[in-house]
T-cell receptor
Framework: NAGVTQTPKFQVLKTGQSMTLQCAQD?????MSWYRQDPGMGLRLIHY???????DQGEVPNGYNVSRSTTEDFPLRLLSAAPSQTSVYFC????????????FGPGTRLTVT | GQQLNQSPQSMFIQEGEDVSMNCTSS?????WLWYKQDPGEGPVLLIA?????ELTSNGRLTAQFGITRKDSFLNISASIPSDVGIYFC??????????FGKGTRLSVIA
């Protein structure tokens, strides 16, 4: 199993550009989520999904969209990038819908200039 | 939402020393999780605790679910250089599946 994979690993965007961060898992996990990590801030939940076709907002959802058309994939879309979205983004998944014991991907480091 | 307070924020220790860190909350948690993040990687689950008073070990790591259900502790015995990283506590809170503390950054001096 590859576990949780994320692409790209690094990305630089200009303010106003849009892009999609990809996340996939091959563990047949129902629950998937996106976090952002900023220095000294820990991990903050952006959006999550308890199964295909179901998504919900986390703590910091503004400026991001998600969809879950399959169990395996959970892409995160930045609609119009802003410098405040410069961060490291982690995707995670877990077997239980409660999402407690989550497995994390390697992260995407995004810089918005 | 609920916040988890971790202390210390950072620590520098000599190789071979024991390490203690803790996580507190103003409200009750029914599950406590401890994760470790190596530099440049995603967090990895170390220990999960599900019952007040529970004491669980994973090699040189031992974690405890506080009896008040508002705190948890992580101890590392006989530290080694590969223990370097950031340690996060986490737990489910209300409508948020998991809330994370801000982490304890551990540095080990050989």
């Amino acid at each position: 199993n590859a576990g949780v994979t994320q692409t790209p690993k690094f990305q630089v965007l200009k303010t106003g550009q849009s892009m999609t961060l990809q996340c996939a898992q091959d563990m047949n996990h129902e629950y998937m989520s996106w976090y952002r990590q900023d220095p000294g801030m820990g991990l903050r939940l952006i959006h999550y999904s308890v199964g295909a076709g179901i998504t919900d907002q986390g703590e910091v959802p503004n400026g991001y969209n998600v969809s879950r058309s399959t169990t395996e994939d959970f892409p995160l879309r930045l609609l119009s990038a802003a410098p405040s979205q410069t961060s490291v983004y982690f995707c995670a998944s877990s077997y239980l819908a409660g999402g407690y014991e989550q497995y994390f991907g390697p992260g995407t480091r995004l810089t918005v200039t | 939402g609920q916040q988890l307070n971790q202390s210390p924020q950072s620590m520098f220790i000599q190789e071979g020393e024991d390490v203690s860190m803790n996580c507190t909350s103003s409200s009750i948690f029914n599950t406590w999780l401890w994760y470790k993040q190596d530099p440049g990687e995603g967090p990895v689950l170390l220990i999960a605790l599900y019952k007040a008073g529970e004491l669980t070990s994973n090699g040189r790591l031992t974690a405890q679910f506080g009896i008040t259900r508002k705190d948890s502790f992580l101890n590392i015995s006989a530290s080694i250089p590969s223990d370097v990283g950031i340690y996060f506590c986490a737990g489910p809170s209300g409508n948020t599946p998991l809330v994370f503390g801000k982490g304890t950054r551990l540095s080990v001096i050989a």
